[in-house]
């Protein structure tokens, strides 16, 4: 057996949401050729890999987490050549390649769910999900009172009166991991993918697959619509899915055996406590799981001290290392989130959305940063109705959870839209209309000015890179004023971030070495943050 390459521990993954990072074919959707062209973008940024979101053939209804075929690609989106091609030119710059597998639900257009459709109640194409006969006195009521997380109840009725479950829409059904055929059947696509040259899986609702054994009422039926977490206790988060992330490890140890390096599974996890988190990451299991916490936090000294503390307390205890994020194709983008009123991107949001990031990349283990997170691109708070395609909206009918605000196609360059963002034809529309002022933004732009965004997410990577004491590791923390959060990384790297508006004592002598705004020597001002080299 070789040593292996523990390369995931520390990386930085960048999340190509594709559909919106560069079109080259000019229909207003991006694509695997547009990923392509934008992997040289990428390396200068100085990121370890990609993970790219669904691509396979599907209807669409939730943007590819409604899957058709596991080892195809859409025709919106390219070929299997096309996938190939992306395959070698990211290994050629040396960009790891991950793919976002989706094992909880597939579409309805999938054709073992057109079977279970055309097949009989109690025949195996049904076994395969999860269909039951309806209560009441001619089946008309649902098997049991679960909503869906996207609105709505989670069961939907068929012609000859049975019920299937979806968790999130009609066009999603679950698939029935009880079934040994499932699981079969993603060894099969995992290994089609392992063996196209993939470095590993971010898997979708990956604390999702099993529900309660009987699948019994719920006391709070709502709860899953309600946030935007899972957390129907009987739907979600069931022990036997440990087994399925154990298996699907021993696969990708096959494959680490063979040459070295391992290839890596990050799940997204949302689970009530960092303890169960902590689950997810045991050394037979997944890599790495997306610790939502810090995301979640609001911008607040005392809740991120607590949520880093936990995630070291309870997550680095299991020999894995923990994985931040802060923003992704789901979440309202920081700029926003830390309070940038609508648009515009020199207030306060982006101020500490730029220290948040700083915080981040010095923080111990392994970071997540989404599309345009580098730009500092608000959230697009003013999208008309009749633009938005999230099926939430569909579904609720309300802007609330709503998720398009952070899927606009990127810019690239230009004073107009589509900002480069499509090519070579003319009028070509982005499927989601670029607001005027995300010319501020562009990339071209952003590269040009050392104070960007860009800039300072460029620079963070490449001294994680150089330095020693960032990346995998342990934290201690300094005594610090009420506002303000300062950590020691290994030999004396300081990082602080000023979470008020007033100015504080910097915790560290001299010059920082990077902040994420003018910081004289001896001042931390509000809203910043700045790593030293100190011995502390
Ligand atoms: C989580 C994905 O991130 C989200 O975009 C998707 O809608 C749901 N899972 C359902 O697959």
Not at 25 to 52: F, N, Q, S
Not at 142 to 165: E, S
Not at 374 to 394: A, K, M, N, Q, Y
Not at 417 to 423: D, E, K, L, Y
Request: proline content about 9%; glycine content about 10%.
């Amino acid at each position: 057996m070789l040593s292996k390459y523990h390369w995931w521990r520390d990386a930085v993954i960048y999340q190509v949401y594709v559909r919106s990072f560069l079109d080259s074919t000019g229909d207003g959707i991006g694509d695997l050729a547009g990923v392509r062209a934008g992997l040289p973008y990428l390396k200068k940024l100085g990121v370890d890999g990609i993970w790219l979101s669904p691509f396979y053939p599907s209807p669409q209804h939730d943007h590819g987490y409604d899957v058709a075929d596991y080892r195809g690609v859409d025709p919106l989106f390219g070929d299997l050549a096309e996938f190939d091609s992306l395959m070698a030119a990211a290994r050629r710059l040396g960009i790891k390649v991950l793919l976002d597998i989706v094992p909880n639900h597939c579409s309805s257009e999938h054709p073992w769910f057109r079977e279970a459709l055309a097949g009989e109640p109690g025949s195996p194409a049904r076994a395969r999900f999860h269909f039951a006969d309806g209560r009441g006195p001619d089946g008309s009521e649902p098997p049991n009172n679960w909503h869906a997380m996207f609105g709505g109840p989670a069961w939907t009725r068929v012609p000859d009166g049975q019920w299937y479950l979806h968790m999130f829409t009609p066009e999603q059904p679950d698939w029935n991991w009880r079934n040994p055929e499932i699981a079969d059947e993603f060894d099969r696509t995992l290994r089609f993918w392992l063996d196209r040259g993939v470095d590993g899986f971010r898997i979708d609702v990956a604390a999702g697959l099993f529900k309660h054994p009987g699948l019994p009422d719920s006391d709070d039926p709502e709860a899953d619509a309600r946030t935007r977490d899972s957390v129907n206790p009987l739907a979600w988060n069931q022990p036997e899915v440990h087994e399925v992330w154990r298996r699907w490890r021993s696969l990708c140890e096959e494959y680490a055996d063979r040459d070295g390096l391992e290839r890596l599974l990050v799940g997204e996890v949302s689970v009530p406590t960092a303890r169960e988190h902590a689950l997810y990451v045991r050394p037979d299991e997944l890599h790495q799981a997306f610790f939502f916490d810090l995301l979640g936090a609001p911008w607040d000294a005392d809740a991120f001290r607590k949520v880093i503390s936990e995630a070291m307390q309870d997550i680095a205890g299991t020999g894995s290392t923990v994985t931040w994020v802060l923003n992704n194709h789901d979440q309202v983008r920081t700029v926003t989130r830390y309070g940038e009123p609508a648009t515009g991107g020199s207030g306060l949001g982006a101020a500490r959305a730029r220290a948040a990031a700083l915080l981040m990349l010095a923080l111990p283990g392994a970071a997540y940063i989404y599309q345009g997170e580098e730009l500092g691109l608000p959230e697009v708070v003013d999208l008309p109705d009749d633009v938005l395609t999230d099926p939430i909206f569909r579904r609720t009918g309300s802007r609330a959870r709503i998720r398009d605000g952070c899927r606009v196609p990127l810019p690239w360059s230009g004073q107009a839209s589509p900002f480069g963002f499509t090519s070579g034809v003319e009028g070509a529309k982005p499927w989601l209309p670029q607001p005027s002022y995300f010319a501020e933004y562009a990339t071209d732009r952003a590269l040009a000015d050392t104070r960007s965004f860009w800039h300072l997410y460029r620079d963070g990577l490449q001294l994680r890179a150089s330095l020693p004491q960032l990346g995998e590791g342990t934290l201690r923390w300094l005594d610090t004023p009420p506002d303000v959060l300062a950590f020691v990384r290994g030999d004396g790297l300081v990082c602080a971030v000023n979470f008020g508006t007033a100015p504080a004592p910097a915790p560290a002598p001299g010059t920082p070495l990077l902040s994420s705004g003018p910081c004289p020597p001896g001042v931390l001002p509000g809203a910043t943050a700045a790593w030293w080299l100190n011995d502390l």
